[in-house]
């Protein structure tokens, strides 16, 4: 944005070499304006370069052993991506010898095998099932049920019927391949979003839902539901039913989430629960061998698990790392010399395959050739070494992109990063869940001791986990600002909570100073930054988790002293909007932010908003703004569309790139980064031109406030034009203020050289007659 009128004119007259002119004040106003939108010129369009996609991984969350396309077993599973896609995997060599795309799928939990050589697939981003075939291939089924968007499970019966839970209403639904019709079940728990998991058991089907977890068993016929009692000891009032699998007339049922949790079993016929194994790794138990045992991880460690006699052994092969969970495992003759006859097989998240023998012990980990796929950025942040670092989606995965060359000099396989802040010589990062916060310092070699650790065995973690709020609740580190000394951070709680933190945390002491719920009642905090003392914030009416309905009608920005401890005010800049997901600090100390398809400041010291500009009647949650000091405009993707400069003098909103972005930042050298492209996995960067006028006036003639003075509109030293320099878009008072500025800049033109004294006086006189 513009400073005031008066540092603007002089910063500008400078810079051309002329003399300084005092302008007045500009006048704010409150009042909700409607600015034009431009297209930039395509010699700006030109200064966006794409550098290309930073984030790409495998990620592989549901999977299951069964006869691929050449009859044998194969290790199946479904990489998250646009589209995402079925990978068949040979247990035997890592090859990844079939992969099909999934149309409109971004990924998937809910895979299956059926007795007839049939694999489904149940997907999320579309909540479409998806049949193979080794005759036909992949066959898009549908949509289970109109209403749901997410198939979190899937299992087929021994008739070859095929059951899968939803979300967002929480639904048990069955496909019959005979007929090709669906059945809906209808909802499993009253009020409850999510059905996480579902196996079949003669005429019974079992499933899991989200907190409180029931696990409700529906008799296949007459669809009437009965509620298993929980397990004893176990609270499930804050636990998912988070896996479920049925072998050999028992339950497994792991509580929890996708960390290590109690894994219970249940006796079908009996009717009671029969044993508890802490520690247990998800996300499934495999299939059992001849004597009834299965194999599952546990404790960081593959073990055999006897049902009958309720014990378990170690086999020796260690699963390390955070999500050490099997995505599919079953049984396969490899023909291996050290693997005779059948052998335990199974896929890890990042495409890592494992495999065990029961009989000679032999044991391996092989990297599959599955592919990895483009990773949505989530978080991009300009860091301490100048470098530009992103974090994405789901995937997750680490990148740092040389400033200079746009090349992408490093990439880590790491958690979801929600947001990204640089604090001295530190990058810190918030991620999901459990809102953690990590401090990277990126002179260190990388060493993250969950997700991807340094060949060189090193203690010393890096980026570095400082803490998280698992007990409190929170899932989201959402907002994130360097203030002051101390980095802050604001978070948004998990399924069946509302009301984020505000976290302060001192990195000289490795201390939390402050901890406060609720600064806003039921809100969220999803955005952050700092002035003078102060922290501002923005909420959001949603918790970390959609499902969980919201009990106010609109989100606010607040003020909080890191003094004193205690919020100072706050207040509703966007009337009606859910969420306010960015602020940012001008030069003159006015506090933007965007909210749905609004872009509104605020003054803090009269605590009100002076300015609002409209540019739809959108109230999407997602958009962010940044403000660049380099050229004193705001750069954004208002309501999560059309990457624009935005004059917050004018609010002439000039659109330099249309379609969805995500993510804005300006870097200290003026550039402005972006994520944008398809499904936000594309990082561009807008090179900001050199000069005091980063982006002249081309108006042919000079004009003032629609007065044509027939002047041509010369460019004068520093590549400003005369336009530029007479400030007639800014909030003069009256026409008296204007006509007085305008006469100023003319005589200083006419005194060296720029116009001819008649020029000079057809200017003051379109000044006279402007629209004012």
Known sequence: MRRPLAAAATALLVASGLSVVTAPAAVASSTTITPPSVAASAAEQQRLTSLGIPLRDVLLIGGTVAPGPSGTPVLWSVSSGTPARLNAVDPATGTAVARYDLPTAGGSYAIDSSPDGSVYVGTYGDGHLFRWTAATGVTDLGRPIAT???????????????????????????????????????????????????????????????????????????????????????????????????????????????????????????????????????????????????????????????????????????????????????????????????????????????????????????????????????????????????????????????????????????????????????????????????????????????????????????????????????????????????????????????????????????????????VVTDQSIVALTYRDGVIYGSTSIYGGQSATPPTQPEAKVFAWSVAEKRKLWELVPAPGRPAIPALTFDGAGRLWGTAGSDVFAIDVAARRVTTRFSYGTGSTTIGDLDYNPADRMLYGVVAGRDFSRIDPTTGQRTVIRTGPGTHVDVHPNGDVYLSSGTSGTELFRYDLPDGPCKHPDPSATVTVRGADSGVPNRVVAGGCTIDDLILDEAAWPNRAALVLYVSAVANLLKATGVVTAAERDRIVAAARNATI
């Open 148 to 518: 749901e968007t997410f198939l979190w499970d899937v299992s087929v019966g021994d008739d070859g019927t095929v059951f899968g839970g939803t979300y967002p209403s929480g639904r048990l639904f069955s496909y019959t391949p005979s007929t090709g019709q669906f059945r809906d079940y209808g909802q499993l728990v009253p009020g409850q979003a999510y059905v996480r998991t579902v196996a079949v058991a003669g005429a019974t089907v079992f499933a899991g839902t989200d907190p409180p977890g029931h696990l409700v068993a529906v008799d296949i016929a007459s669809g009437a539901k009965r509620t298993l009692p929980p397990p004893a000891a176990l609270d499930p009032a804050t636990s998912w039913v988070y896996d479920l699998d049925q072998v050999g007339g028992r339950l497994y049922a792991r509580y929890g989430g996708a960390a290590p949790n109690s894994l219970f079993v249940y006796d079908i016929a009996a009717g009671r629960w029969t044993d508890r194994l802490d520690t247990a790794h998800g996300l499934e138990v495999g299939p059992a061998d001849e004597q009834g045992n299965v194999y599952l991880i546990r404790g960081g460690e593959l073990v055999r698990y006897d049902p009958v006699a309720k014990t378990t052994t170690g086999t020796g092969v260690p699963f390390a790392g955070r999500v050490a969970n099997t995505r599919g495992i079953g049984w396969a003759e490899l023909g291996l010399p050290d693997y005779p006859g059948r052998s335990v097989v199974g896929l890890l998240w990042r495409g890592l395959m494992f495999r065990y023998n029961p009989t000679t012990g032999a044991s391996s980990f092989v990297q599959t050739t599955i592919q990895g796929e483009p990773i949505e950025i989530t978080a991009l942040s300009d860091g301490p070494d100048d470098r530009v670092y992103v974090g994405g989606y789901l995937n997750g995965g680490f990148a740092a992109v040389d400033q200079r060359t746009g090349a992408t000099t490093e990439f880590h396989t790491f958690g979801q990063s929600e947001a990204m802040t640089r604090h001295g010589d530190r990058l810190y990062v918030g991620v999901y869940p459990e809102s953690r916060l990590y401090a990277y310092d990126p002179t260190k070699a990388w060493n993250s001791l969950e997700y991807s650790p340094n060949p060189q065995p090193s203690p010393v973690a890096n980026p570095e986990r400082l803490w998280d709020l698992k007990a409190e609740g929170q899932i989201r580190s959402r907002g994130l600002t360097s203030a002051g000394t101390y980095v802050a951070v604001g978070t948004m709680p998990d399924l069946g909570l509302l009301g984020g933190y505000l976290v302060v945390y001192d990195p000289a002491t490795g201390q939390i100073v402050t901890k406060e719920r609720n």
